[in-house]
């Protein structure tokens, strides 16, 4: 149901758009045959069907004036009843002219007051907001109207009737019959209008309506909220999710999941309550906007929870149903819809992370990180398309003698309203949401088509490097998309060099060993990113077939950290590089931030290194010129004792 002051009954709104004209016009006419009964009635002029019909026609105006007054919904039989009963009024004083009255009396003059009755009843039947019930009274009206005419005349050329009395009733037939035809014109143009003002209506309300519960959708919800907030009525808005829904979809079949949201969209709606708006979002996910007090919005989130946990019988199967549902209040925690929403939005997914089916009340203190994980999950599924995204190149160079020998993909993004979001923020949601698939094809292709143009200046083999997710690399198709982003690029695989973690390779070895193999066929070559903080087994170093190792940052920094730290780094990464050695395998170090670090490893024996010692990641042009100078760092002897 909507708040109270937005509750429009849409059957009964048409007809009374016609209301306020006829309240003016029943007591006018009412008025009229006071004024009839007053005066013409005492002056002997008036006939004793006036004496009779005049009362009666001004008790029937004022009476139905007081139903259409009262009962606005009653405006159609209030109409219809008020033309038939008028039209039998006409046609009886008609018939008492002509075939009761003296002819003594002024016939004519009494026929000539009848002609005013003609259009005020032709007119009046066009206000009749039933269009067939209009038709109906105008043609019921001329049809009685003909007949009384024709039994007249035929009376009148058997008993020699006055001609001017002939003449008389032709000429209010002849005004009968342009006001039927105009009437019904008009009826006509008012069927056309009133069909359009229907179907507007119609597109409007399925335009603001879910097709499958019947609820109102995220126009109309946006709408109320709207209008709530510019009256700056207090309101809660409750955020509900039903837990677990997808697994009913996926078990009983999606008939029996759309049986069980209908029946929590009806058990929602509440229509016993007129503070409440129910609305559908998407999915299983529903929003309740309580026009009550604020502290009474526990107490309704909770009586809706209790209304949805009663079983369902959907397809002779039993469902329950439990939710979680999420408050923020109007205007003490957002004043606008989006910000309403996103608050509740975070208080339910913390009820969720505590176990779900209960309530919460928005706390910016604890629910604002979740709040900025849901913000950036949105965001996310947009960046591709809006062009947010770039990718920047980190130079990965030789630690004897500083050039640069590769180039590391990192993806950036900037959203225009959030800045710019860090890797380490949006790429663990795309990786649980799977967008990371789309996101790293689209970064594989942009490292190849700028290696590929970088090979075009400088005529050098430019390597790039890119990460690969574990979930992108276990798809069925990866190595067809590597090979296509080659071809795309129109790139030697030599060029590129794919990373990997160490979860993803132990991860279905065999399956990992085929892709691998597959991938080293086509000339890629393959490197273990944060080698040292996953699997302890140094096994597949030698079963798999890979290129690099890159030793995590981790282990580089403790190497400048006092007490045992150094020595384990230390003693780590020269077996690490011994056994790369025996291997024929490159190794990088990450993470290098001091020239000690750099000075260390490079004893060690490590091949290339990559931090922002040596480099911060590069645009495009900025990499190309690192990689197309002579050293990144000066040698040893030309450094500072300082240093």
């Known amino acids: 149901m909507l708040p109270p002051t937005t509750q429009v009954d849409q059957k009964s709104a048409p007809e009374i758009e016609w209301r306020r004209p006829l309240l003016f016009a029943f007591p006018a006419a009412a008025l009229a045959f006071l004024i009839g009964l007053l005066f013409d009635v005492p002056s002997g002029q008036g006939t004793l069907y006036d ?49 009761l009255m003296p002819q003594t009396q002024h016939v004519q003059l009494e026929m000539t007051e009848t002609f005013f009755w003609i259009p005020a ?76 003002a229907s179907e507007y209506d119609t597109m409007r309300q399925l335009l603001g309506t879910d097709l499958l519960t019947g609820l109102p959708n995220r126009q109309r919800l946006d709408e109320v909220i709207k209008s709530a907030t510019a009256e700056q009525r207090p309101f809660a808005l409750l955020f509900i999710d039903l837990d677990g829904f997808k697994l009913i979809n996926d078990t009983l079949g999606h008939i029996v999941g759309d049986l069980a949201l209908q029946e929590a969209a009806r058990r929602l709606q509440h229509p016993s309550d007129p503070h409440l708006f129910a609305a559908r979002l998407s999915g299983d996910e529903f929003i309740v906007l309580a ?46 819809t989006q910000e309403l929403i996103q608050h509740a939005d975070a208080a339910m997914y913390t009820v969720k992370s505590y176990g779900k089916n209960g309530v919460r009340r928005y706390e910016k203190a604890t629910d604002s990180a979740i709040e900025r994980l849901k913000q950036v999950e949105r965001a996310l599924t947009q960046a591709m398309t809006n062009g947010e995204l770039s990718v920047m190149y980190q130079p990965i160079c030789s630690l004897q003698d500083g050039v640069v020998r590769k180039l590391e993909t990192l993806l950036r993004w900037t959203h225009p309203t959030l800045g710019s979001i860090s890797a380490t923020e949006f790429i663990p949601i795309a990786e649980n949401n799977g967008q990371i698939i789309p996101l790293g094809t689209w970064a594989l292709r942009a490292a190849c088509h700028q290696a590929r143009r970088w090979n075009d200046i ?19 198709n990866f190595v067809d998309v590597v090979r296509e982003a080659l071809q795309e690029a129109d790139l030697p695989a030599s060029s590129l060099e794919i990373e990997l973690t160490e979860g993803a390779v132990m991860r279905r070895i065999d ?26 087994s140094l096994a597949y170093l030698r079963d798999l077939p890979i290129n690099c190792i890159k030793i995590d940052q981790s282990f580089i920094r403790d190497l400048s950290t006092p007490r045992r730290a150094p020595q384990f780094a230390l ?22 931030e001091t020239r000690k670090q750099l000075d260390m490893l490079r004893d060690l024996g490590c091949d290339l290194g990559q931090g922002y010692y040596l480099s911060r990641p590069l645009a495009e042009d900025a990499a190309l010129e690192a990689f197309v100078a002579p050293a990144l760092f000066a040698p040893r002897a030309m450094q500072s004792p300082l240093n």
């Not at 604020?294 to 039993?318: C, F, M, N, V, Y």
Request: proline share 3%; no cysteine; charged share 15%.
């Open 51 to 99: 004496q009779i019909s005049y009362p009666l026609a001004l008790m029937l105006l004022l009476g139905f004036s007081v139903a259409l007054w009262r009962r606005p919904i009653l405006i159609n039989t209030t109409v219809t009843g008020l033309v038939f009963a008028m039209s039998a009024l006409f046609l009886g004083k008609l018939v008492f002219i002509l075939f």
């Open 458 to 476: 400088t005529g050098l083999p430019i390597i790039v490097s890119v990460n690969v997710s574990p979930l992108q690399f276990a798809q069925a």
């Open 121 to 196: 009843l032709q007119v009046l039947s066009f206000f009749i907001p039933h269009l067939r019930s209009a038709r109906n009274a105008s043609i019921i009206f001329f049809a009685l109207f003909s007949l009384v005419t024709l039994v007249y005349l035929i009376k009148a050329a058997f008993d020699g009737t006055s001609q001017g009395i002939v003449y008389a009733l032709l000429e209010l037939n002849l005004a009968n019959v342009v006001l039927f035809s105009v009437t019904n014109r008009f009826i006509g143009f008012k069927e056309k209008y009133v069909r359009s």
């Open 571 to 592: 003693a780590l990464i020269e077996a690490v590089i011994g056994i790369a050695d025996t291997l024929d395998l490159q190794v990088v170090a990450e993470g290098i």
């Open 511 to 536: 399956m990992v060993k085929a892709y691998l193999r597959e991938l080293q066929a086509l000339g890629v070559k393959i490197a273990i990113d944060d080698f040292g903080t996953g699997y302890s």
């Open 291 to 336: 026009f009550t007090e604020p502290t009474d919005a526990q107490t309704t989130a909770k009586a809706l929870l209790s209304s949805l946990s009663h079983p369902i019988l959907a397809e002779g199967h039993i469902v329950s149903l439990t939710a979680s549902i999420g408050i923020s209040l109007y205007p003490e925690d957002a004043s606008d």
